[in-house]
């Protein structure tokens, strides 16, 4: 089968961010806690490839160690959304009906919402950090999935063969389950490639905002806004672990892209 | 006449799905208020003491129902827990700047969107038309704020074309003050737009009529830039409709980059200081706008163009 240059380059760069984020702790040149008063704010050399901040701890180290972090709460973040959304779609866009109509006005209202004014809301609620991110993405991240796969849903249950296998005595669950959901896991897993990234920026937002992952444990956001004083004279710090969050997404983006077809969804 | 009915009654339970979900989200969420504003030293009796002046202690369906009263007689959203100014004066203070922002921001995404997508579509599987397919995966793996520094970097700092920072005083400045912040917004909702948008393109040059105008002798600039443009026009306002939820959301992180005192500004400061009253007003308001320029967009897209009535 052809393989998608797209699906290449994007399961390269995310193996290579997950290796990272899995082996990277183990090996990083330095330890990302370390504090060394005397010795901050250095320019990149061969000692220190990032430089340090203004606490004196070694920069690519810290952007190395925040892999783990920012990509497991992405992860972690996009566990649940995905079961739920593809079920609530799945279900909606089969039975129709009042619950159909039903599930695309929550739907309807939650889009309706600034995705980050719900997302900070929801935080302020629940709390900053990593579990008030994880409430925040339970309650809006099944939207998208909600959306997508409902509509896929609605239009092949309106082709013959779902009659088909009912009326050979299959059945609700299992026409949803064993016919249905095949047709639509596809979509759902391309779009969760999506999801990740989105969810690793927002992450890495609020982190910025200082409502993200809490010092001192090492986030991409969170050594952007530190750095941000120094911008003017120091460059390097807030922008190079910019570069860490770029990467993954791209990688996540070409993947998602490269899925899509391979599975010929486009 | 039945599809202006069916569009604005379409509105009416996603203002209802708003309010009881502005309502009900921020106490449904594990955690109780009056704790969460007072933190953890907070003695028993103090805690009290705010449930009941923030009407905590009644039933829900009663604190609903005030609420809601509140909302529609006056649009009253209660009063800053911090400042004690009613919350609905402190959002009118500084919306009239995010709203600058988000008009420039809107300017921007239109002036960039729409050549590219053009040049794409012209040249399809061009070098443009390349670019233009890859932007989304780049663009979405951007952080807004992150493209808002590499900005300052280069034109604020490096160039010096345009302030770091705030908002100038003196003639033209405060327009140059939201030049790069507007951009940075810009730049963010780009990419997706103009990827919907040169399929648009795309199809309205393939269309019948074009290929009837260039058969007919009308230059090729006069095809693109009558025929072909004023037909992609109206889809072009729809997408950009539909997006309104993110440039605003988008525009107020983006305020936190630039030190503007806007809406992005009062939310975050509220937010750090647990001013809950002042996060649910703004996230009330916020929606609602949305909500509003989501059904102008459709109104008025329905009146350019009947064939795009839903």
Known sequence: ?266 | MRWLVRTLASVVPVVVGVVLGVFFLLRIVPGDPAQMILGDQATTASIEELRSRLGLDLPLSQQFAAFLAGIVSNGDLGRSLVTDQPVSALIGERVGITLALVALALVFTVLLAVPLALAAAVNRDGPVDHVVRALPAVGMAMPAFWIGLLLVLVFGLGLRWFPVGGIGSGPGEPLRSLVLPALTVALGMSPPLVRSLREQLVEVLDADFVATARAAGLPARRVLGVHVLRNAAVPTLALLGVNVAYLIGGTLVVEKVFAINGMGALLFSAVSTRDFPVVQGIALFCALAVVVVSLATDLLVGVLDPRLRR
């Open chain 1, 1 to 266: 089968m052809r393989r998608p240059p797209a699906l290449v380059a994007g399961a390269v760069m995310v193996g290579i961010v997950v290796a990272v984020a899995l082996l990277g702790p183990l090996v990083v040149p330095h330890d990302p806690f370390l504090q060394d008063l005397s010795g901050g704010l250095q320019p990149p050399s061969a000692t220190h490839w990032f430089g340090t901040d203004q606490l004196g701890r070694d920069i690519f180290s810290r952007v190395v160690v925040a892999t783990r972090t920012d990509l497991r709460i992405a992860v972690l973040a996009a566990t649940a959304p995905f079961v739920v959304g593809v079920g609530v779609g799945l279900v909606s866009g089969y039975a129709g009906g009042y619950l159909d109509w039903l599930v695309s006005r929550v739907v309807d209202t939650v889009i309706a919402f600034p995705f980050y004014v719900l997302v900070i809301a929801i935080v302020f609620a629940a709390g900053t950090g990593e579990r008030g991110i994880l409430i925040a993405y339970a309650i809006v991240g099944w939207i998208p999935y909600a959306r997508v796969i409902r509509a896929r849903t609605r239009a092949l249950t309106r082709q013959g063969w779902v009659d088909a296998a009912r009326g050979g005595g299959l059945s609700h669950p299992r026409v949803l389950v064993v016919h249905l959901l095949p047709n639509v896991i596809g979509q759902a897993v391309v779009l969760l490639m999506t999801e990740i990234l989105l969810i690793m920026v927002a992450v890495v937002t609020l982190g910025y905002l200082g409502l993200g992952v809490q010092p001192p444990t090492p986030d991409w956001g969170t050594m952007i806004s530190d750095g941000q004083p120094f911008l003017a004279t120091m460059w390097w710090i807030p922008t190079l672990p910019g570069l860490a969050v770029v990467f993954t997404g791209i990688g996540l983006s070409l993947l998602g892209d490269g899925l899509a077809d391979r599975w010929r969804l486009r």
